[in-house]
Every structure is written in structure tokens, then in C-alpha cells.
């Protein structure tokens, strides 16, 4: 167990450096810090999207990488991690954490020879992912310089041991060239390291928006070695179900099917005689239903779309819920039992999370495959994506839209106050780990019993009156009708140092009580205090630990 914990941290402090020095390759996605398939599925339906604008249909060539976990050399893999320029003893523990192993097998009573192992890397071990990213950043980049050297205009997106080749061109028999060209160079260049391309689950789709007979040519890899590919009427990429016009009415169909009969499985968790609460029902849904409902919505909600067939299934499916989470009659208005459930409307649930999911894409790494595409004043200029919208006139742009386009506007109005790769936010060097002693957390469940919280916070600061050098500082917050008010009390034993109150509208009342945190601190600075003790109920240390995040150099 701890050395499963050791690895992890290890990974842990990896990814953050790699990213934050840009190592990934900006469309290496899935299972790395802000690489998410979401973010594949946004990025490609974005260039679908840009490529209509121009009147240009879209190709894709899928492919998987055979037993890629298993063909891993070490040897070269080592090579990688020494390039990247981590510290020696992380270099040395992959080493000898890599290199001359050895293993058997036993069955019943026999059992074989001890033999050599110097490839492959378990599916299941914590540092495997930001391994595998490692081991495939120079092969993606070879690959991009050999493509643009060869003037064939191809984008790539990498998820693990996938890739996917995208073209756009006038006429589908120049993209199957294109993609003809790049599956071949891509074969040679994975057969130098060490791997082989799975033609089992390789896949060709085109993306149109023609309204007469559509009949793609199909793809004929069989000079390569590889079968005639043949595009089908759906295609199921990472979760995402997709059709040529970029209709997800079979996608939300079978989530919400789905998630349906979730709904139905759930029943069995209760009895006769005992059930589940209707608050436990509802904790459920929220947390096992909804994000299995919800998956890959960004690529289907944006502004100007017309929903009503999607709400139709996803209003059925909440009402289902909704029922379920109250125990009443089946012919009960849909409307009613959400309310009384505590249910806001699907439609304003999507909204919700679509506009927060928008404003995320201001903290992703700057060389994000995502910021490559996107025209906001947060993008990187230094990697710029064959589809960016820094290539399109402003009128061009109010006819492109998109989950991208919606956040690229949304981006303009937002000041980000932080970034989540500075370096006071690496693994190890956060305020919280560096100053442990000095701060002290005192974590109180108000729904319990108010009158034993009292008690203990009155113990808390008669105790820390006693001493003449303490400054204590209370604060707290409340809205009503959009309007927040947060008050802050700051005094020494016997003295009042500050009374401050605060107002402000259209802001939660958890950003407000982070705010009124800050200014605490800041008289807390200002007074030369060197010790710090937090009461909080409902704040997470993490976001407490980002508002203290100035303390440590004025310390």
C-alpha cells in the first residue's frame, strides 16, 4: 500500500511538471490533467464545424495501437524521461524501477524459468498513463513534422494507444488520399518503435451535411497491407455516438435508455421493510445518474441549436427519476414531482453546466489543443491549430457555431485571477504543505448540532484570547435576493482592530465567503501574525489553500 502511494505521488508531481513546461503534445489527450475524451470529442466536432463553414466535408481515419501496454521497451523509454530534464533521482528510480526485470509463471506445481522483462507496463499501475504520454510524445511529434514536410494537411488527436487522422477537402477522394499518405507513414514510424497498428479497429467516417443520397468511396489501405474500409451510417468514437450531420439523437437516446433502466435496477435497493431516504434517492441520481445521462453534452449544446427533440428524452428520463426519488403515482405531472423533489429542470441543469464548462477552458494549459482552437486573449499564439478561429474574420465567426465558438465569446469577459500551473501550486510547494504548522484546520458539521459548534468555537477563542500576540478574525457570509453580503471582524484581546462589510450581486455566496477568507488574511498580514486557525464548514482545504496563496512569500 505504500508503495502505491509513493507511486502516485510520483505521478502526481510528473504531470504537473511536464504540463506545466508544455512537454505533452498539445492533442494528447485522456487520462492526463486537463486531457479529458470530452475535450477530443469537443475539439473534433469543432473542426467538423469550421470545415462546413467553408463548404469543406470532413474525413476521419480511427486506429488503435496493438497491445500497446504490453510493447513498451524500457530502454527507450528511459531515453525519453532522461530528454525531458526531470531530476536525476526521479531519473534513477524509473531505472531501476524499469530496467532488468525479471519474472515466471507458476501453474499448480510447475513452475517456469526466470526470463527477462524489458517491456511493457501494466494497465493498472499509477504511473502508466504520464508513461505511455512520455512514450508517445516523440512519435506524435516526428509524425506532424513528417506530415507538414510533405505539405499533407492532417490533424491528429491522440487518446493513450488511439489516434485519429482528420481531413477536409472538397472532394472525399483527395481526403482518402491524404489519409492513405498519413496511415502509411504513421505504419513505418510505429514499426521503428516497436509497435504495430491493429487493423481489427481501424475506422473511416465522413462527416457531410448534404441533403441528397450520400455514398462516401471507401478507403483502400490493401497496397499497405490493410483491408477496404468502408464508412457506415453511425459511428461510435470514444463514448460518442456519431452520425454524418452531427445529429446526436441516437447518442442521447442511448444514454437516456440507459440511464433509464438504472433507474428501474435502483428500485432493488430498497425493501419492504426498510428502503432508502428520498434525499439518499436523490444524492443518487445526482451523482450515478445524471453524469452517466449527461456524457458528452458539450458536443450537442450551444447557442442557436435547436433542442426539442434532445429535452424529450432527457425530460422523460428526469421525470422517471423524479418519481422513483418520491414514490408517486406514475401519472403525476412531471413538473410537480421535480419540484417537490428538489429537481431543477433539465434544460436549466445542461445550461448551468454548459456555461461553467466554458469558462473552465480558461484554465487549460496554454498549449491545449482546445486553446489552439479557440481565438480568446488567453490562447497561446505560439501553437496555432489548422482550424483556429484566429484564422476567420469576425464575420465568418458569428456564422460558425459550437460549444468553442460560445466559450471563445464567453472568454472575452472573464479576468482569471489565477493560474492552474503556477508554481505555488505544484505538488509539494503549495502554501499548505510548505507552512503545514502554520495553519490549523478545525472542520465542524453545522447540520449536526449548532449548540455543539458554538461551544467549541466559543472554547476556541477564549483560548486564543489568552494570548496577547493572537488576532482573531471572524467572517462570514449570506444572500438574498442575488445580493450578497459578507462581514469581517478583526480584533486583539480586548480591542476591535476592523469592522468591514461588503456587497456585491450575481455572485454565489461561497465565492463571497472565499472573498471575505482573503481580506482576513490580508489584516492578518498586515498585523505580523504568524499563526493561522480555520473553522470552516462547507469550504474545501483546496480552495482555502488557493486563497492563501500571497502568504507565503509576505511570510
Same mark, same amino acid.
Given at each position: ?107 499448480? !506445481?510447475?513452475?517456469? #524459468? ?7 507496463? +501494466?494497465? %493498472? =499501475?499509477?504511473?502508466? @498513463?504520464? *508513461? ?124 437516456? !435508455?440507459?440511464?433509464? #433502466? ?7 435497493? +430498497?425493501? %419492504? =421493510?426498510?428502503?432508502? @431516504?428520498? *434525499? ?139 493560474? %492552474? =500551473? ?134
Amino acid at each position: 500500500m505504500l508503495g502505491k502511494l509513493i507511486k502516485k505521488a510520483i505521478g502526481e508531481r510528473i504531470q504537473f511538471y511536464i504540463t506545466a513546461n508544455n512537454f505533452i503534445y498539445p492533442s494528447q489527450l485522456g487520462r492526463l490533467k486537463f486531457k479529458s475524451t470530452t475535450n477530443a470529442g469537443v475539439a473534433l466536432t469543432h473542426i467538423i464545424r469550421l470545415g462546413w463553414s467553408k463548404s469543406l466535408p470532413t474525413s476521419t481515419l480511427a486506429f488503435d495501437i496493438l497491445q500497446f501496454f504490453s510493447s513498451l521497451n524500457h530502454h527507450l523509454l528511459m531515453k525519453i524521461i532522461y530528454k525531458v530534464g526531470l531530476d536525476n533521482h526521479v531519473v534513477d528510480f524509473f531505472s531501476n524501477y524499469l530496467i532488468d526485470r525479471k519474472t515466471s509463471y507458476s501453474w499448480n !506445481n510447475f513452475s517456469s #524459468s526466470i526470463f527477462d522483462v524489458n517491456v511493457g507496463i +501494466g494497465q %493498472s =499501475l499509477a504511473l502508466f @498513463s504520464i *508513461l505511455l504520454a512520455l512514450y508517445l510524445l516523440p512519435f506524435l511529434h516526428i509524425l506532424e513534422k513528417r506530415l507538414k514536410n510533405l505539405k499533407i494537411p492532417i490533424s491528429i488527436i491522440s487518446i493513450i494507444d488511439n489516434g485519429l487522422f482528420i481531413s477536409q477537402d472538397k472532394s472525399l477522394e483527395v481526403s482518402n488520399g491524404h489519409l492513405f499518405y498519413s496511415y502509411n507513414i504513421m505504419s513505418n514510424l510505429l514499426d521503428k518503435f516497436g509497435l504495430v497498428v491493429e487493423q481489427s479497429k481501424t475506422e473511416v467516417f465522413h462527416f457531410s451535411r448534404m441533403h441528397s443520397p450520400f455514398n462516401p468511396p471507401p478507403l483502400d489501405l490493401s497496397l499497405l497491407g490493410g483491408p477496404i474500409f468502408s464508412p457506415k451510417n453511425l459511428w461510435k468514437y470514444l463514448g460518442f455516438i456519431f452520425n454524418r450531420k452531427l445529429i446526436f439523437h441516437q447518442h442521447i437516446n442511448f444514454y437516456s !435508455n440507459r440511464v433509464i #433502466s438504472s433507474v428501474k435496477c435502483m428500485k432493488l435497493l +430498497g425493501n %419492504s =421493510l426498510h428502503s432508502i @431516504s428520498p *434525499l439518499q434517492k436523490r444524492l443518487l441520481y445526482k451523482c450515478c445518474i445524471l453524469p452517466i445521462a449527461l456524457y458528452g453534452f458539450q458536443l450537442w449544446f450551444y447557442n442557436h441549436v435547436l433542442l426539442l427533440y434532445s429535452f424529450k428524452a432527457l425530460n422523460k428520463m428526469q421525470g422517471r427519476a423524479a418519481i422513483w426519488i418520491l414514490g408517486a403515482f406514475k401519472t403525476s405531472l412531471t413538473e410537480g414531482v421535480e419540484a417537490l423533489v428538489g429537481l431543477i429542470p433539465i434544460k436549466l441543469y445542461v445550461q448551468k453546466l454548459g456555461e461553467r464548462s466554458q469558462l473552465c477552458t480558461i484554465s487549460l494549459p496554454l498549449n491545449h489543443i482546445i486553446c489552439s482552437l479557440m481565438d480568446s486573449p488567453f490562447s497561446s499564439h505560439n501553437y496555432q491549430h489548422l482550424s483556429s478561429l484566429s484564422f476567420f474574420t469576425d464575420h465568418q465567426k458569428t456564422k460558425i457555431k459550437g460549444y468553442l465558438a460560445d466559450a471563445n465569446n464567453r472568454s472575452y469577459g472573464v479576468f482569471p485571477s489565477f493560474s %492552474s =500551473l503556477h508554481p505555488e501550486l505544484s505538488p509539494g510547494l503549495r502554501v499548505i504543505d510548505t507552512f503545514s504548522n502554520c495553519f490549523s484546520f478545525n472542520s465542524n458539521n453545522k447540520g449536526k448540532n449548532d449548540k455543539i459548534c458554538l461551544q467549541q468555537l466559543d472554547s476556541m477563542v477564549i483560548k486564543s484570547s489568552s494570548s496577547l500576540s493572537t488576532t482573531i478574525t471572524a467572517m462570514d457570509a449570506s444572500i438574498k435576493n442575488n445580493v450578497t453580503m459578507s462581514i469581517l471582524h478583526t480584533h486583539i484581546p480586548n480591542r476591535p482592530l476592523s469592522r468591514t462589510i461588503h456587497y456585491s450581486a450575481f455572485v454565489t455566496s461561497i465565492e463571497v465567503e472565499l472573498f471575505t477568507i482573503r481580506c482576513g488574511t490580508c489584516w492578518l498580514i498586515i498585523s505580523q501574525r504568524s499563526l493561522l486557525s480555520l473553522t470552516p464548514f462547507m469550504w474545501p482545504k483546496e480552495s482555502l489553500t488557493l486563497c492563501l496563496i500571497h502568504i507565503k512569500s509576505m511570510w
